[in-house]
């Protein structure tokens, strides 16, 4: 008889577990890592949603939109977690996101939030982080930077495959407009190499083979917590930084959208908002509290913060990459 029980219990728990909904979630590599926020968001939310999550990763931003893309109706993403503010018009544009239909939100932006679709989850600013051990005289300034160099000694990214290579190209637009060409002509003789994502390019500058890497002036908040390190900097540029927001959206494929809101409810909440400093190496778009190490509340931030509306880059990003690509080539 209590076999019997026994065998009965364990197909109850089987078939429960078969009938419990799952959220597929498309993100970007880094975030579902073994060191990057996805597992603990997991356990947080499934604890609270009685819910399984499925993760799909795709390499950046820019391919996850792609992604999404080519799905179309077909995907099984039920929630985006990982576009930017540089790719929510054309999000929208491709029909490939819903409203989210929440109301509104609090959140501790350095910039007003009211969008009806997507919800910002984290934020930080791009730099160019250099190693103080090799390098004791980096540039002083995006002019600096941009006025050439004998060696190179630079490594950054891809704008068509990299969120940060693609903030750099704003960044420069943003700055220096219709002369962004010149400016990327002559910044193209420092390039060590350009790398597909972030990844790959941190890598090399931590190898050493290059002083300087583009990242975020969070980063050597890293080094610091994880490796008591403190060589790695960041330089605060007086033409100003420009910012990226990230953001998660329901997925117009979704076949579960009450459950989709619930996950966009917790992303906007301190419970999520914990994570991401130790894991994303970001600021949290939702107040932390304490969670907040002290070492974020003591990096410089810049005194000017830049940021091109969506849809201007919707409008113009094909023909900014291509512009990009005339400068630089392939490096």
Request: proline letters at 6%.
């Amino acid at each position: 008889m209590k076999r019997i029980f026994v065998t009965c219990l364990a197909a109850a728990f089987s078939l429960q577990a078969a009938w419990a909904e799952t959220l597929t979630i498309y993100t970007y590599e880094s975030f579902v890592s073994d060191w990057g926020p996805g597992p603990e968001v997991q356990k947080r939310f499934e604890s609270q949603c009685g819910c399984t999550i499925e993760w799909v990763a795709e390499g950046d931003a820019a391919t996850l939109l792609t992604a999404l893309r080519l799905e179309g109706d077909a995907g099984r993403a039920d929630v985006v977690l990982g576009l930017d503010t540089n790719l929510m018009a054309e999000a929208v544009q491709s029909g490939v996101v819903l409203e989210h239909g929440l109301g509104q939100l609090g959140f501790d932006l350095p910039i007003a939030w009211n969008d009806p679709v997507f919800v910002p989850f984290d934020y930080g600013y791009f730099a160019i982080i250099y190693d103080s051990a090799t390098l004791t005289d980096p540039p002083a300034s995006l002019a600096e930077l941009a006025s050439g160099s004998p060696g190179r000694d630079l490594i950054i990214q891809d704008p068509r495959t990299s969120t940060p290579g693609l903030g750099l190209l704003l960044w420069i637009k943003a700055i220096h407009g219709d002369d962004a060409a010149e400016v990327w002509g002559i910044l193209s003789e420092r390039l060590l190499t350009v790398t597909q994502g972030w990844s790959e390019a941190y890598g090399l500058f931590l190898a050493g083979e290059a002083p300087m890497v583009l990242s975020y002036t969070t980063s050597p908040a890293y080094h610091q917590l994880a490796e008591d390190e403190t060589r790695y900097k960041a330089v605060i540029f007086p033409e100003g930084h420009y910012m990226q927001i990230e953001v998660a959206a329901v997925a117009a494929s979704t076949d579960q959208p009450e459950l989709a809101r619930q996950f966009l409810s917790f992303v906007g909440s301190r419970d999520f908002a914990e994570i991401i400093p130790t894991t994303n190496w970001m600021y949290p778009a939702t107040d932390a509290g304490d969670a907040l190490p002290d070492v974020f509340r003591n990096l410089d931030k810049p005194d000017v913060t830049l940021l091109l509306a969506p849809e201007d880059v919707a409008a113009n990003r094909k023909e900014w990459i291509r512009e990009w690509l005339e400068a630089v080539g392939t490096k």
